[in-house]
């Protein structure tokens, strides 16, 4: 008898905990339903679509007419695509570059205790808050020769004075880089100041007791501890030099000469809504995605996957 009674407290307490954890936060989990039915309908499904119908012959409508790569082979024939993979890897490679050394350096001279920081630290932050198409706008001006800088300096006596990099096809893009990094810069030296906010204090003082050069403890110590904000800053503005298009639109509209700062959103976007071809257009846009997804797994690797081997 008491076997048996023993043998059915163990199948209600094994059948109990299951029910445990579902009930366990059960409003929260309701609550969270429309966030992850949004993510997979919209976003994967949206993302599934896409890459089903790169490899068909789809125009102004879609339709399920397999031409299997030929899209992908037509792309990548296209002197106007080419030409737009160039442009973003020369503007990434020099956004990333430029974005992450400003701002580290911008942080670690935040980080000096110095007077009126939070004015400081919300000037450099305030770019970041307009859009890229109020950036280019203002940037657009700025650059004008007529009314920005080369007009200002040549009205102040300097005629032969010239800075007019919008309008040159060689120049275009620093043109877009110095918009993209007034923009950037402030955010990325926000999250710099944070990573360097979180370093024991004792580590400094060791540093100091140790006799280490100041740089070198920044160097040798300070980075290597600071790899996970690192590596997050680099994944946002990756991801967000995937996406550029709005500044470009804003400030060059993919000129001058043509296709000059071309960039691959401008690409699918003429495809798509104005060439009505949207079997190329979605051929381009699953380049794009596969491009995010070389940026993320990798990260993503690092920081889950990273941890369990370690």
Not at 17 to 29: F, G, H, L, V
Not at 49 to 70: E, M, N
């Amino acid at each position: 008898m008491s076997v048996t009674t023993e043998a059915e407290q163990v199948r209600a307490t094994s059948t109990a905990r299951p029910r445990a954890r579902w009930t366990r936060n059960i409003s929260a989990k309701i609550a969270a339903i429309p966030m992850v039915a949004t993510a997979l309908v919209i976003f994967l499904g949206g993302s599934i679509w896409t890459v089903v119908y790169s490899f068909t012959d789809s125009k102004l409508l879609p339709r399920l007419r397999w031409v299997g790569l030929d899209q992908y082979e037509r792309l990548w024939e296209t002197s106007r695509w080419v030409v737009s993979i160039q442009n973003l890897l020369f503007y990434g490679v020099m956004s990333l570059i430029f974005t992450v050394v400003m701002g580290f350096i911008l942080a670690v001279l935040m980080d000096q205790k110095i007077r009126f920081e939070d004015t400081f630290r919300t000037i450099m932050l305030y770019p970041f808050a307009l859009s890229f198409i109020v950036t280019g706008l203002v940037w657009q001006w700025i650059l004008n020769p007529q009314f920005g800088i080369q007009g200002v300096v040549r009205d102040m006596g300097w005629t032969s004075f010239s800075f007019d990099p919008l309008n040159n096809p060689d120049t275009v893009l620093f043109g877009l880089l110095i918009a993209g990094l007034w923009q950037g810069t402030g955010f990325v030296m926000c999250l710099m100041l944070a990573g360097l906010r979180g370093i024991d204090e004792d580590i400094w003082k060791a540093a100091r007791v140790d006799g280490i050069p100041t740089w070198k403890t920044y160097v040798v110590v300070i980075i290597p501890m600071m790899r996970a904000v690192f590596i997050t800053t680099l994944v946002i503005v990756a991801s967000g030099i995937i996406r550029l298009y709005d500044l470009v639109v804003a400030m060059t509209s993919g000129g001058p000469g043509g296709n000059a700062s071309q960039v691959p959103a401008m690409y699918v976007y003429d495809y798509m809504f104005q060439a009505q071809n949207l079997g190329q257009g979605f051929a381009a846009s699953t380049m794009m995605l596969l491009s995010v997804l070389i940026v993320l797994i990798p990260w993503a690797y690092l920081e889950f996957g990273g941890k369990k081997h370690g």
